[in-house]
C-alpha cells in the first residue's frame, strides 16, 4: 500500500518536473505545450463504483433520491421537482452546487437561520424551500443515504475549504438594470421549447422531462432559485441545457428576473403580512416577493396554500 503511493508520487514528480522543464525553455525545438498541470477541476466517483455491501446501497439509495425524489421519498416533496433538476447529473456536476462541494464545507454558520447547520440540516432546506414540501427528520433514512451519498462522492477531498466548482460560478453583474421584457424575449427563444411557454415545465412520455420554472409546481419563495443573483448564475452556467455557456451575461440576469418575477408557491416563513415577510425574509434587491409586476404583487395569489399532488 505504502510502496503504490510513493511509486505514485514519484512519477507524479517526474511528470511535474519534465513539464516544468519544457514550459521554462525558451528555446527548445519543440515549443512547450500551452496549457502545462492546469488545476483540474475534482471529479468525484459515480454511485454505481460504491462497494456492494451496506454503505454502498445507501451510497446507490443517496444517488436514487438525486434523481427520483418524489417517487423514493413521498411525503416530504410538494412540487414537480427532484433534486437533480438543480444539482445536476445527480449532484455531482461542478457548477451546478455539486454535493461533493457541499458537503467538506458543512458543519457551517447560515445566515438564513443563524445557526450552525449539519449537512442534513443544509439538505432540509432545500426539501422545505426548492422542493416546497416537508423536511424529513433529521437521522432519517432519506437523509443519511443523500450524506453517505455526498460522502462517498467527496472522497479525498480536504474539508473546510471551497473547491473549484463549489455553488455556481461566479457571474459578473448586468451592464444595464435586468429587464423584464427583454427577459421574456429571452425566454421565449431560448427557454420555452423545453420549459413550456407557461413556464410549467413539460412531461415527456417515458423520460424525465422538463421541470417547471414557476407556477404551484416549481420551487416556493425562499428556494435560493427565486433570488435573481443565484438564478442568473445557475442559468448562465447551466442553460439553456446542452448549449450551456451560450447566453451573454445580460442575457443571463434579465431571464433570471423575468422568472424570479412569477407567481410561485408562498414562502413557508410567511407571517402576519406580505411586507412583514418581504422586510423579515426578502429585503434585498435581488427577490422580488412583495413587489407588483405586471399588476398583480407577488406572494399575494401564492399565500392561499396550493393543493399539492405529491
Ligand atoms: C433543451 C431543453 C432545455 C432548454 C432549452 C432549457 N432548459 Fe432549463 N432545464 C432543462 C432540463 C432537462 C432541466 C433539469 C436538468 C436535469 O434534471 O438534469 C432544466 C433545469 C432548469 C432549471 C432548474 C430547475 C427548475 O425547474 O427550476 C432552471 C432554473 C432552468 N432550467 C432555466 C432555464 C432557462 C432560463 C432556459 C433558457 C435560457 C432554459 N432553462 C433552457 C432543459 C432545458
Ligand atoms: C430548484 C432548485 C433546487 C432543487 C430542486 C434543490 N436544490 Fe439544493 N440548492 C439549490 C440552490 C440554488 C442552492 C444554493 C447554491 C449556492 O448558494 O451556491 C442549493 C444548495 C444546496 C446544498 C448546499 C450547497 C453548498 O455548496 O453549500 C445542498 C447540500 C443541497 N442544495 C442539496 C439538495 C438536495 C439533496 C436536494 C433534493 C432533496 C436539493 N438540494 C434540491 C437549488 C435546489
Known sequence: MKRALLAGLAIGATAGAAAMFVATRPHAATPAPATVAIAPVFVPPLAADAPADAYGDAVRLGARLMTDTAKLAPGYVGNGLVCSNCHLDAGRKAGAAPLWAAFVNFPAFRKK???????????????LYSLNGTPPPLGSRELLA????????????PSGMSP??????????PALPADDARGANV??????????????????AGGTGYPPLWGA???AWGAGMATIDKAAAFIHANMPLGQEGSLSVQQAWDVANFIDGQVRPQDPRYSVSLEATRKRHHDSPFSRYGTVVRGERLGESASTPVARED
Open 113 to 127: 437561520n443563524g445557526e450552525i447547520n449539519s449537512f442534513q440540516k443544509r439538505v432540509q432546506d432545500c426539501f
Open 217 to 219: 409546481r416549481s420551487f
Open 164 to 173: 473549484a466548482g463549489r455553488g455556481f460560478p461566479a457571474l459578473a453583474p
Open 187 to 204: 425566454f421565449a427563444e431560448k427557454c420555452a421549447s423545453c420549459h413550456g411557454s407557461d413556464g410549467a415545465g413539460q412531461a415527456v
Open 146 to 157: 443523500i450524506e453517505t451519498y455526498a460522502a462517498f462522492l467527496a472522497r479525498g477531498l
